[in-house]
């Protein structure tokens, strides 16, 4: 069934487009040929335009001054953004400078090279563990919540240096929050009830600052905790912001990754063997993945003044959504942009964002599905599809929330 381009237009402020990856991305083709800023008024939300090309969507971000991140960061039903209900939650993707500048610096020392080596070997343990992990399945799992789901949460709870018994609670409630709309993770049903979720974060939080003040450790919770802005240190309800913003970015979006990752690997039994034979491919295969999935599906930036975007006269107080998926699949930056291809050199993909805001776990990131597919794929004698694999419905974060497969895992790696 073609798809006219108001439908499309539609389909980003809809979860369940998100789970027909055939039909978004055909309604995201026509937009960026037809109407690549394109005005949506959907049901239930604010007018926004869509933008869909890539250049559009690196010319918004670049410009910090002309499109905030405030008063709405990311695409929420209107009644949600009358009551404000976010308020209270101020992370650094809802910020702009001053502020935001001064922010992120308190956590960006945790994601430099340097911090990022150190957690590197952690990041392989944790990897060979999750693959044993599998390897005691019994030849049969739901990869996508038996492994890919934890093995990122635990990587962010070891940077962030929280005990491993508290694993099961983070995972949780960050499912709970970008699973918001999604029935069979949303609490509720789906009902939307993010508020909810972000006070159980907070309680968690709040204590967890408490014991970092009371005795500072060596982990990114207690930088946090004991950050000081202008001499102060920083309030309870940013010090809770900035704890659950590095504990919900950097799960969903890396464990959907790796689940369409694989899944993806699957679908192109030639480039998962061009991978196995030549593993120094990985850096740029995880890249594909990481381009291919686009777990990140929008946020948005609202103009500061009256402006003119792809010939379209866009008002001061308009807002922008800038997808993501539809950007790394734009036929003017990728060759070839529908073909999986672990090899894709040069690949300038939009996944992780662009300019001031740039995904600040964007290298550990990489790490992380570089290592679990350079411990997984030489221990596989064999993986194929054991049933549907089933997305997530949002318009936020996600990707595959499901992704059965049989194979067979040697249980130690060969070397
Ligand atoms: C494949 C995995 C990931 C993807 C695709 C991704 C994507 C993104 C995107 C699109 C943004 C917004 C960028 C913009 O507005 O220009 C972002 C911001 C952010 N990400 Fe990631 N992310 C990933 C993993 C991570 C990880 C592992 C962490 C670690 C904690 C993380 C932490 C953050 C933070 C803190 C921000 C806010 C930065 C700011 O507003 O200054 N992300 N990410």
């Not at 069934?1 to 055939?22: F, H, K, N, R, W």
């Not at 019994?138 to 789901?149: I, K, L, S, Y």
Request: contains cysteine.
């Amino acid at each position: 069934m073609t798809v006219t381009i108001e439908q499309a237009g539609l389909m980003l402020a809809d979860p369940l487009s998100y789970t027909d990856e055939e039909r978004l991305h055909q309604g995201l083709a026509l937009l960026r040929r037809e109407a690549p800023v394109h005005f949506v008024q959907a049901p239930g939300f604010q007018p926004f335009y869509a933008v869909t090309r890539q250049v559009h969507v690196r010319e918004v971000e670049a410009d910090g001054a002309l499109w905030l991140s405030e008063p709405r960061p990311a695409l929420a039903p209107a009644a949600s953004e009358r009551a404000k209900t976010g308020s209270r939650v101020r992370t650094l993707v809802n910020m702009d400078d001053p502020d935001h500048r001064v922010i992120r610096a308190i956590g960006a020392d945790w994601f430099r090279p340097k911090a990022m080596r150190m957690l590197e070997s952690r990041v392989r343990e944790l990897a060979r563990e999750y693959v044993d992990r599998m390897a005691g399945l019994g030849g049969e799992c739901d990869f996508a919540t038996d492994v890919a789901v934890h093995y990122p949460l635990s990587v962010i709870l070891s940077l962030l240096g929280l005990p491993e018994s508290d694993y099961p609670r983070m995972l949780q409630l960050t499912r709970e929050l970008f699973g918001a709309q999604d029935a069979e993770l949303g609490r509720d049903g789906g009902k939307d009830n993010r508020m909810a979720v972000l006070l159980d974060f907070f309680a968690y939080f709040q204590e967890l600052t408490a014991a970092r003040r009371a005795r500072p450790t060596d982990d990114l919770a207690s930088a946090i905790a004991n950050a000081l802005v202008d001499g102060q240190p920083l309030n309870d309800v940013e010090t809770m912001s900035y704890y659950v913003i590095i504990a919900t970015a950097g799960h969903d979006t890396t464990s959907s990754t790796i689940a369409g990752g694989l899944q993806a690997l699957l679908q192109n039994p030639g480039e998962m063997a061009r991978l196995r034979e030549d593993p120094a491919l990985m850096p740029a295969a995880a890249d594909e993945m990481i381009r291919w999935v686009t777990p990140v599906k929008e946020f948005m930036r609202t103009a500061s003044a009256d402006t003119v975007l792809g010939g379209v006269p866009i008002a001061k107080g308009e807002s922008v959504l800038l997808s993501y998926p539809s950007a790394n699949r734009d036929e003017d930056v990728f060759a070839d942009p529908f073909t999986f291809d672990v090899g894709r050199d040069p690949n300038r993909h939009l996944a992780f964002g662009f300019g001031a805001h740039y995904c600040l776990g964007a290298a550990l990131a990489r790490i992380e599905i570089r290592a679990l597919f350079a411990e997984l794929l030489p221990r596989l004698e064999s993986i194929e599809p054991a049933g549907f694999p089933e997305w997530t419905a949002t318009t936020f974060v996600g990707g595959l929330k499901h992704l059965p497969v049989r194979y067979k895992l040697r249980a130690d790696k060969q070397r």
